[in-house]
């Protein structure tokens, strides 16, 4: 949460007007300095205060970023690659100016591989326009992390979501990307083999690495096969534990679920209050079973045994679409239902993940804590991973809140890795976790501050991130 | 294949004088510069001569690798760290001399979590032992490359084998790792939690990373249930493309099938001849399901009618571990029976990975070229990842054969390059294939450069691997 920045040294005055310049006459009206073009590429999602870039640039294709990238390296000028902007630790804050590269305009899909299940595609493309795209192919991409985000983005912060308990995470689901480094070489990570020890991972060092090693400029998916059924069901529990502990025993016996998400009793009492249902104001798990008509079934049914050893109240649970969207409604309305707890309060989201083990303990301690701090704080998990977003509403206009709500995440990142997890599961680091990951890594952090040297020696790529 | 060494300078004597000296005095009889030692941890399965290292010292435990670590890099003398041996590609050599740290005795399994599926283990454990210890938790350790190699090792290569199409490869199934840096760090790259993204993917640049940027201590693995039900079967089919067919649409299907291995014609003619089986010479696919009861049959039954529409001969299956065994016969001694197709002849071992797409025809492309060539060299293939090994049966005495064999690798590799695949699947590079990665990955080989130098700007750890 600290946005002291370690890395803020003068801004480069003379370096941008003279990047500005070249950048004007290469790219007219696709270079844009208006104050309000470069407040939209700077305070988005986050709750981090913005800070805009000296200009935008709308680049169409790898070979103007590279363009770009050359120029601001000569004149060592900060460059701040962007797609949607949905990220949330203040990842496209431009903390020393320079130049916000807009990828939205490189929206083409260049391949899909149906026989090999996998796509190529430019960063700018969002994970719904790709599922539309891919709609007649029977492939889809499972990874959804919530926002419509751009699939560069999501590579960048090695976004996950819902249902990465059964499909994994942008790690697992990037087979490889070209990027443009600092020192303006445009590289090809990887090949479209399943798999690889050619070398040095660089795809998975890209994925993860917030635009702080280069742009990256076309992305190489996995594709799945759309499921021949799908069914979804809630299942209520007396107890947080209770329902972790049937997560826990769903996942040992090897059950493929694809999504299982944990809603608390306030989340469920939102959701109720704001869409008109009547869930038991109780935990419950959201789940989907992904598979043939028959193994979809069958899981579901191993679910309900095991949920029942658990004490759950009845297990609801449908296939066809309509139901099934009904079933979810609770989840899927959560964030809106959240922010009317407390109408006009500033929404802060948190992310800890621990192994799963201690995911009951880690979720009553947050409670605890935001009990005794007077937050109402709801919360939601992506449980089969041991991941979970505690929701702090608090007033923006209160230094007070806004102190107490930042100790409250210090707290919780803190008991996370002392559980053995980790800060981020999968928001990344930004500008607002950048102590927190001080405080997990210790000297590894040596480690990737060696790499980040020896790959971006000026740091131009967004500078003031991840470190 | 080309064995010059870019980084070969002169070696450090006086250094490695040092080293030895103070090794001596700390280690006594765990520090061995007999030449026999020596000379088992160069020249172990790879094809590659021998290079030996100056002295082998048996580590302990990550303290003491730490100790020696520093000493080495006070003075500038190379590390060949060392598991079981079982690389393919030279890895183990010391072109430079050094010492070579056995992991062997560091063999403890420090944690096994049940309830997250995962454990903890020093890196001379090695895949059997892990899997003996682990047999009354019923959990398992899936990743099988064939030999009996060291977790640490296996790490290491970014190793694979024959069940990575359900579980994927050492990439997905580390953690988190330990290891002592170049400059003396000990870190840690990640947490237990199942996802992260928390900064820098350290875990995946030190998984494959072969030695070149550190010894790895411990490593943090993913564990599976035991499946309920194995089934196990055998396919014969008419051509390698019918076969590779089947499999494409098995894996579109989403079956999610444990294991799918193709063996050639002449395998089958191989493994015949050397256990005395009746299976009709023709290419086939051995396979394995794993699920429930209920699943593992459904799986086995879709597998077989995707089969018979690519005119496959019986598709003959069971689940009784004896009925499995028997079928599996052939595919578990191929490496022997394939030897005996040249008895005293030296194997080298190739390893591409294309999309699935491509299999065929560069199964196709290389099976011709090994006849024009004149080599008997049988195929076997993790098809469900595209990956296959042509074994070339060689007469390590006659240079015009072992120039052949190389011309005729540099050719498999090329192809494979040009489908949109990789020189390396999973053996990884070492000395062996640097060439073949120089091809491959261009350009993006200047990054791999630039990070082992910010990391290991002196070149000590596993000089003249990877580069």
Redesign the interface.
Known sequence: MVLKDATAGPRNEKGIAAVIGVLKQRFGERLNTGHSTREQHSHTTTYIPEQLPDAVVFAENGAEVQEIVRLCADHEVPIIPFGTGSSLEGQVNAPLGGISIDTASMNRILEV??????CVVEPGVTREDLNVHLRDT?LFFPIDPGANASIGGMAA????GTN?VRY??M??NVLSLTAV?ADG??????????????????T??F???EGTLGVITSVTLRL??I??SIISGVCPFPTVSDAVNAV?MT????I?VARIELLDALSIKATNAYSGLSNPEMPALFLEFH??E??AK?QAK?FGEIAAEFGSGEFIWAGEQEERSKLWKARHNLYFATLQLRPGAKAIATDV?????RLSDCIGAAQEDAAECGFAAPIVGHV????FHVTLLVDEDSSAEIGAAEAFVSRLNER??VM??????????GQG?KSA?VD?????????R??????DPANIMNPGK?F
């Open positions: 591989n149906a026989e090999d299940l996998d029977g912060t090695r976004a996950s990465a994994g995470t790690k697992d480094t070489r445009h590289i090809t990570t990887g090949s479209r083999a399943r798999k690889s020890s050619a070398g040095y991972d660089l998975r060092l994925v993860g690495s799945f096969g499921p021949q826990i996942i040992q016996m090897g493929p598979g043939t028959q193994s069958e191993m993940c621990v192994p799963i083990s089969g991973d041991g991941n996370a890795v053995g997890g980790t800060c981020s599961g999968e928001h990344g680091i976790k990951l997990e890594m210790g000297d590894a952090l040596v480690t990737m060696q790499i980040k040297a020896g790959l991840i």
